[in-house]
């Protein structure tokens, strides 16, 4: 059967990363994610990662305790980098060649992050975790990772949240709200669904990237996306 995608681009998130723990790394969680990640490599797909960092530090809510939001940003971004190793780590122990590249210089922990050296890596089969976010405060994971997507040229960005798509209404606090199959970027905005933060979506809408919000915590879900098969919210211009 004939892949949907060939490259793509998988957002993960710091949070779910802490499975069941109150915080930081859940090795059974990670191990999943490695085994997901496996199945669709063997697929032949091309595969870009940005992981978040908020199972370590938040930025924002560290500025509410204190922190100055630059410095409360440059700590989140080291968190990502934090979770890229682990899951680089993960994906080593299950046979899957991968690479950290990070957008801040700090060899040897992670290859100096450029367009033609992830693309790169990604023709000749490696797993490309692109860790540290933009290099920038102020920009999301969620831009960061739209903003790498769209550098390496992916067909698709995956954002793998803790719900199976795009709601009305966020599905753990309302039992009524409905979930969208698909929709625009514009509807996300004029709807104000918290999806991503604005200029991620501007990002995906500006530079054509559609985006799929899937259950990432679901074993199976991202194979059953790469194949195709029906399943969390395609979001589209």
Not at 63 to 88: E, F, P
Not at 144 to 149: E, F, I, M, V, Y
């Amino acid at each position: 059967m004939e892949n949907k995608y060939k490259r793509i681009l998988l957002k993960l998130s710091g949070e779910s990363l802490m499975g069941g723990k109150q915080y930081g790394i859940d090795e059974v969680r990670l191990g999943e994610y490695a085994a997901q990640i496996k199945e669709v490599a063997e697929m032949g797909i091309q595969i870009g990662i940005v992981i978040g960092g908020g199972n370590i530090f938040r930025g924002l809510s560290g500025v509410s305790k204190g922190v100055d939001r630059v410095k409360g940003d440059q700590m989140g971004m080291l968190a990502t980098v934090i979770n890229s190793l682990a899951l680089h780590s993960a994906l080593h122990a299950a046979g899957v060649k991968a690479s950290v590249l990070t957008a801040l210089r700090m060899e040897p922990i992670g290859e100096y992050y450029s367009k033609d050296r992830a693309i790169d890596l990604l023709r000749q089969g490696y797993v490309v975790i692109i860790a540290g976010g933009t290099g920038n405060p102020f920009f999301s994971t969620d831009t960061a990772s739209s903003l790498r997507g769209i550098e390496i040229e992916a067909d698709v960005m995956l954002k793998g949240t803790r719900v199976d798509g795009i709601y009305t209404a966020d599905p753990e606090k309302d039992p009524t709200a409905k979930k969208f199959d698909e929709i625009t970027f514009d509807e996300i905005y004029n709807r104000k669904l918290k999806v991503m933060d604005l200029t991620a979506t501007t990002m995906c809408k500006e530079n054509n990237l559609p985006l799929i919000v899937f259950d990432m915590d679901t074993i199976g879900n991202l194979k059953k996306v790469m194949s195709g098969e029906k399943t969390g919210t395609f979001v589209h211009n």
